[in-house]
């Protein structure tokens, strides 16, 4: 599941002339933790501190920002929501992340959806790292 969402978000990342993110580890290990977080607490929300969680997971960022979904069974779900949103598309077309991490949940946060399902991705770039790119359009885009 985690790979089929890498392939959705960089199918869109190519789309729009974004380059590629490649998966981590590390990310992926702290978007787990928060889907099972909010899982386990009926909480929907991006917490007061996921960017404490993200170096919690050993991930050395200099830029970070963060999905979350819930309500959608299936990664093709998820995706198109992520890109009917605009903060969410800007995330995924954002040309300075350059990694990514998801966390994935069949169960569902009963007080923000009736449907199964729950998902959060997180992403990152490396300190000392520079951007994929400069061109910032495609993601601005996602506003309009």
């Known amino acids: 599941m985690r790979r089929a969402v890498l392939c959705l978000i960089n199918d869109q990342r190519i789309a729009h002339g974004v380059p590629r993110l490649v998966a981590?580890?590390?990310?992926d290990r702290s978007a787990q933790g928060w889907?099972?977080?909010?899982v386990a607490t009926d909480d929907f929300t991006h917490g007061d501190a996921f960017m404490n969680r993200i170096s919690a997971a050993g991930f050395d960022w200099?830029?970070?920002g963060e999905n979350i979904a819930t309500g959608y069974d299936t990664p093709a779900?998820?995706?198109r929501a992520w890109m009917a949103s605009p903060g969410h598309c800007a995330n995924i077309l954002d040309p300075g992340y350059r990694e990514v991490g998801t966390g994935l949940?069949?169960?569902r946060?009963?007080?923000a959806s009736p449907r199964p399902g729950t998902w959060t991705q997180d992403f990152?770039?490396?300190m000392g790292q520079p951007a994929l790119s400069s061109d910032t359009g495609p993601?601005?885009?996602c506003y309009r």
């Open 124 to 126: 990152g770039r490396l």
């Open 62 to 64: 200099s830029t970070v």
């Open 35 to 38: 889907t099972d977080s909010m």
């Open 24 to 27: 981590s580890a590390k990310l």
């Open 77 to 79: 779900a998820v995706v």
């Open 105 to 107: 949940s069949a169960r």
């Open 109 to 111: 946060i009963p007080r």
């Open 139 to 141: 993601a601005n885009a």
